[in-house]
C-alpha cells in the first residue's frame, strides 16, 4: 500500500502542474510546462535498458551524501510508451516509487519534486499541498527557459534550462523563511538517452556563497537492464 500512496501522491503532483495552466492568452500552456511536462522524453529510447542518474545531498547544518537513482524501462510498446521501475536513492533512504505503464514524458521530473516537496514538508513544517501550489504556479508565470549546451562523456549536448523560485514573490515567504529564496534548476537534453539531464534545487545561504540544502540529480549512464554499462 505504502508503494500505491507515494505514487498516487506524485502523480497528483504532476496533474497539478499540469493541469492549471492558463498562463497563454488562450488557455494555453506556459513553454517550461510543455518542455518538462508535455514532452516526449523517452521517445529516443527502443529497447528496454537501466538509466542511471547519480544523486547528490548537501546540508550544511545536517548529512552530506551521494546515491544513484536508476529508472527502468522494462517494456517498450508498440506506440513508444514505455514501462517503467524505479530504484529511487538505496538501503534507509530509499524511496518505494511504484512501477508505471503508458509514458512517453521522463517521470523523474516528478519524483523529484515529490521527494523535494516532502523534505520541505519535514524540515518545514508546512504542507505539502502549499509548497507544490507554488512551484505550480512557478512554472506558470515565473519560469525562466534559456538554450544552452552540455557535455557528456566527451559528447556536447544541445539543452535546455529551466528555472523556477517559486517563493520569491509569495505574499507568505516569511513563514517559511528557510526556503524563501530557494531555486530549482532543470536541464533537458533531448540527445541523451530519456531527454534529462539535471535537476538541482538550492536552498542559499545567508551570504557565505554556500547553500544551506543542495539536492541534485544528474545522468550518468545508460545500459542493460541490469547494469549501468553505457551502450557503444
Do not use: C
Not at 523534505?119 to 508565470?141: C, K, L, T, V
Not at 507568505?172 to 524563501?180: L, Q
Not at 539531464?197 to 545561504?205: A, H, L, T
Request: charged share 20%.
Amino acid at each position: 500500500m505504502q508503494h500505491v500512496r507515494l505514487t498516487m501522491a506524485t502523480f497528483a503532483l504532476a496533474v497539478g502542474l499540469a493541469a492549471a495552466t492558463p498562463a497563454i492568452a488562450q488557455g494555453g500552456y506556459s513553454s517550461a510546462q510543455i518542455a518538462l511536462f508535455d514532452t516526449p522524453h523517452l521517445e529516443n529510447i527502443a529497447e528496454p535498458m537501466a538509466l542511471t542518474y547519480d544523486f547528490r545531498y548537501r546540508a550544511t547544518e545536517g548529512e552530506v551524501f551521494e546515491d544513484h537513482v536508476k529508472m527502468i524501462v522494462t517494456e517498450v510498446g508498440a506506440d513508444g510508451r514505455k514501462s517503467l521501475s524505479f530504484q529511487y536513492l538505496s538501503g534507509s533512504r530509499q524511496r518505494p516509487f511504484a512501477a508505471i505503464e503508458g509514458f512517453r514524458g521522463n517521470p523523474l521530473i516528478m519524483l523529484f519534486l515529490q521527494h523535494d516537496v516532502e523534505e520541505m514538508r519535514q524540515a518545514g513544517g508546512g504542507p505539502s499541498g502549499y509548497f507544490r501550489n507554488r512551484i505550480r504556479n512557478a512554472f506558470r508565470d515565473g519560469a525562466k527557459v534559456e538554450e544552452l549546451v552540455v557535455e557528456h562523456a566527451d559528447n556536447t549536448f544541445a539543452a535546455k534550462r529551466i528555472t523556477i523560485r517559486p517563493f520569491a514573490t509569495d505574499p507568505n515567504r516569511d513563514r517559511f523563511p528557510r526556503f524563501a529564496d530557494k531555486s530549482y534548476e532543470f536541464v533537458l537534453a533531448p540527445g541523451i538517452p530519456g531527454g534529462l539531464y539535471r535537476i538541482r534545487s538550492v536552498v542559499p545561504s545567508n551570504g557565505d556563497g554556500v547553500p544551506w540544502i543542495e539536492n541534485s540529480l544528474t545522468y550518468k549512464a545508460a545500459g542493460t537492464q541490469g547494469g549501468a554499462t553505457p551502450p557503444g
